[in-house]
Structure formats: C-alpha cells, structure tokens
C-alpha cells in the first residue's frame, strides 16, 4: 500500500465516523466490508459518504462505478479512489 492509499484510507475511516455518528470506525481494518456486516452502511450511510468523497477528491463513485464495486470494503473503496487520482 503506498503513502497516498495510507492517507485516502485514514481521511475514508474518518468519514466514515462522521457520517455514521461512530467514532471507532477510525480504526476499522482494511478489509472491513462497507455495508453488510462491517460498518454496515445503509443507503443513506452511503449516499453520505460517497457525497464527502466527491467534495475532498472529485471522484464521482457512482458515476464511474456503475456497478458499485469499489463500496464492497475500506480497502476497494481506497483503491479505486487512489487510482482514479493517478490518472
């Protein structure tokens, strides 16, 4: 994992916090999945954090993931952010 991936995965698990009230997930492993079992987003969880995501990296998630892959985990979420701002 290089430098950036640490730091977008640090800024995603404070997100995370925010939008679900829940400070522990500062700490949530990589792996840690984003919706069922895990965080255990909902759809409004979701639509929260992938709007901070647009705001700090200008990454439209949604609209670039049609099919929404990179929500599976912390880990998915912070590759495809990193990779889309190596582009």
Same mark, same amino acid.
């Given at each position: 994992m290089t430098t950036s991936e640490v730091a977008i995965a640090a800024e995603i698990r404070q997100m995370l916090a925010e939008v679900t009230g829940r400070p522990e997930l500062t700490g949530v492993p990589? *792996?840690? %999945?984003?919706?069922?079992?895990?965080?255990?987003?909902?759809?409004?969880?979701?639509? %929260?954090?992938?709007?901070?995501? *647009?705001?700090?990296?200008?990454?439209?998630?949604?609209?670039?993931?049609?099919n929404l892959d990179s929500l599976e985990s912390l880990a998915t979420l912070t590759a495809f952010i990193a990779g889309r701002l190596a582009e």
């Open positions: 990589l *792996q840690t %999945l984003l919706f069922s079992g895990g965080v255990g987003l909902d759809s409004l969880g979701g639509t %929260l954090l992938l709007r901070q995501v *647009q705001r700090r990296y200008g990454v439209d998630v949604a609209a670039e993931d049609l």
